[in-house]
């Protein structure tokens, strides 16, 4: 199939997801996947449409996450790759799809980070991704009970499946979250 546009994939994301926190979520990571694309020379389209759609059926059901999302993306025209795309994402999570591309073990390495990074700005004086570092992020990493809810194990293996440090990893995520401070209310 021809890739849907970026308006059609978006209208689709909010057809099944009217959270606004979750839309800035998806919005993170697709400019995160789109940045990491720009950076590794792949398609920056694609890469953000699968960052975009990658937690498509999360708002109908939270607790069934990547189980639904293969039909829902079937029935909207998506072929295999792109659903194994998005299921590898939630790999030792809620799926036993494993990352194989580039691009899935970018969107698993960042999926959780992108949590932190907004989590991290939200905490400045400036609660601003616009100086924000990579040193910021990681004095919160290790800063226990600062949001729990973030595997940062997971976040380490996938910096190790994308042959990626950390320093890399973070700072390409800050770069692609900045593309779209505005939309994320932390400009």
Not at 45 to 64: Q, S
Not at 111 to 132: F, H, I, K, Q, Y
């Amino acid at each position: 199939m021809d890739i849907l546009s970026r308006e059609e994939a978006l209208a689709l994301y909010k057809r099944f997801n009217t959270s606004e926190s979750l839309l800035k979520h998806a919005l993170s990571v697709e400019a995160v996947m789109r940045r990491f694309a720009q950076e590794l020379h792949e398609n920056e389209d694609y890469w953000g449409i699968v960052g975009l759609l990658h937690d498509i059926d999360y708002g109908l059901y939270p607790e069934d996450h990547l189980k639904m999302a293969p039909q829902m993306l079937q029935e909207s025209g998506f072929d295999e790759a792109f659903i194994h795309a998005v299921l590898s994402h939630g790999w030792t999570l809620c799926s036993d799809v494993e990352p194989s591309h580039i691009m899935e073990k970018v969107l698993f390495t960042i999926d959780e980070l992108t949590g932190l990074v907004t989590a991290t700005a939200l905490m400045r004086p400036s609660r601003s991704l616009m100086d924000l570092t990579y040193s910021s992020v990681m004095k919160k990493w290790k800063t226990k009970g600062f949001s729990v809810g973030v595997n940062r194990e997971l976040i380490a293996s996938g910096a190790v499946l994308l042959g990626m440090g950390l320093e890399q990893v973070i700072t390409l995520t800050i770069d692609g979250m900045r593309s779209i401070a505005s939309q994320l209310d932390l400009a």
